[in-house]
């Protein structure tokens, strides 16, 4: 069914197809639906003329009103330009131009009254406007004024006149025909509870707000809209899930019983105690678990995972643990490996590197079900790797894992879809896990294991580095270890690689000494296993590497980090390389090493770091300074592109949306009471339309 809102754009009075061609290309709008849909992102002040006495340059863009006094150029070469003054009842005001003066000059009538629109700035003693815009002041210019919308264009659009402007007198030619076929996509019953305008109030509202009562009723609404149907959608597809994909149930505590009561040697937190209780509840439920387990760097995550893959060994299935390096793999075997004999549980692992001869061996003990816990990397989402009976699949560090590859492990039982716990340390807002993992249940482990000390963190810079060099030098006579870390981004690898080479050589120069283990990701996987195992058994003394340490590893000696150019790391990132450190008895410190000079932001995130330990206040900051899409990478922003909800901003209005879908899909599963007839319709035009919930299903 094509609609008048899939119009093409090119249909439109004004545009025809050279415009179309470029809207298309440059703003990706292609029908009369985009178009509507491409709202203003900001909305400069025309509600009212300020008086010139009032006028200072603190003010945004004003509108004032005069009448205009002489015109004058001034100055000579560059400096010359064009000045006019303005005078109202309370005083004068200088406009003035420095290009476009021959075109400027000739709308200039001394003792005419214009509207003047422009940003106040101060020069001088003086306030004046450079470049604003001016117009004969008319009857149109009285009455009750308005908001004017600016939208964002590019030069391209602005050489063909497609500004700001141009976009807006579009806007009103289209909505002014489809305000009447605008209909209704909310439930009725829904709006007047929520005290909603109507979507056609809405979106003329957005376009030409007469003040700003009325644009913010407009946002709210269409803000709301958004994110309740992504919720709706992401609730609807759970609800299939559930409903469609049996679990097979697992209830033996035998072996869990085994372990706790003999082989566990410390006490579980409060909190890890409840995620097993909730992962356990979900493994005997019968339907297919599908959980996000989140907590932060330290807070014992693994072991929650093998005590449940403990309840699936003792049913006889089997259960695979996958994470996204060797390091992380290798250390998750041998932190493993013990526990596993003491029970008589068969475990292995599987890597890049394993040889083709134990690969074959593997295959074949997991096929005949002798093998029972697998811990890889994504060597284990390849198709020989076929398990008799999966169980389980516990994906550690969600965030560098694709949706693509959780669905594949799901694939590795013939028989039954395996129960999949996606364990991720770094801590989301509250508001980002409601999108994107709005499809799978939550689990927080809120809460570290006792005994550990707050990390130090201190912010030192280069020049200091002396001082640093003799800290350090204290804390490996105490019998501590060091991690020293340097950046490593791609583009500029070759730099980078130098940088911890030259670092490397001049660590050891000043601690000719210490033993010093080097680890980057250029080198292979077996040397750079070498060199953290050396690590590992207290060898060296002090480890020089890249972010390869990012995640998991877990060495409680070594108690502080220096983090070098420190400026140049995102605060997640920053966040999990500081949890390397701290993981022992003792104090330890993160030393954040930067130049004098660093920008603002980079100023902001050091700051961060060292007010606060909390990771999900970091992860806060982190989405106020780089909004949703970057914060999670390329991999899922997809889900995150909104049209004008913002997941930084909108935390309260993104759980109001949640409450009521789930409020109405409670209600009615399949949506078909006549209430929800506009939801109805509106997810089948969403399914129409471009945006792929495949992708994140
Ligand atoms: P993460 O959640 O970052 O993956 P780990 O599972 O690596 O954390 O646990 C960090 C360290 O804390 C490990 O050495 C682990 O043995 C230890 N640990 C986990 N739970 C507890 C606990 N309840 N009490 C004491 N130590 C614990
Ligand atoms: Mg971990």
Redesign the pocket.
Known sequence: MKGFFDTRLEFLKGVGPQKSALLNKELEIFTYGDLIQYYPFRYEDRTRFYIISEIDHQLPNVQIKGTLQNVEMVGGGSKKRLVAHLRDSTGTIELVWFKGIKWVVKKLQPGVTYSVFGKPTRYGKKINMVHPEIEVFTSSHEGPGYLQPVYHTSETLKNRFLDSKAISKLQRQLLTAARSRITETLPEGLMTELGLTSKADALWHIHFPLDSRKLNEARLRLKFEELFYIQLQLLKLKLARTEKFKGKIFKETGLINEFYHNHL?????AA?KRVIREIYYDLKSGKQMNRLLQ??????????AFICILAVIGANAQAALMAPTEILAEQHYR?LEPYARKLGVEINILTGSTTKSTRTNLHEKLQNGSLQILVGTHALLEDQVQFQSLGLAVI?EQHRFGVAQRAKLWSKNKNFFPHVLV?T?TPIPRTLAMTLYGDLDVSV?DEL???RKAIETVHRYDQNRLKVFGFIKQQIAMGRQVYFVYPLIEESAKMDLKHLQDGYESISRAFPEVPVSIVHGKMKSRDKDFEMQRFVKGETRIMVATTVIEV?V?V?NASTMVIENSERFGLAQLHQLR?RVG?GAEQSYCILMTDVKISKEGRTRIQTMVRTNDGFEIADVDLKLRGPGDLMGTQQSGVLDLLIADLGRDGKLLQLAREKAVKVLESDPDLDLPENMNIRRQIAQQSKSSLNWSRIS
Do not use: E, N, Y
Not at 265 to 269: C, E, H, S, V, Y
């Open positions: 040697p410390f006490q579980l937190t890890q907590g932060d760097v330290g807070s014992g995550k693994t072991i929650v932190g550690d364990m340390a482990i294991p006792p005994g998991g877990d409680p949890g993981r």
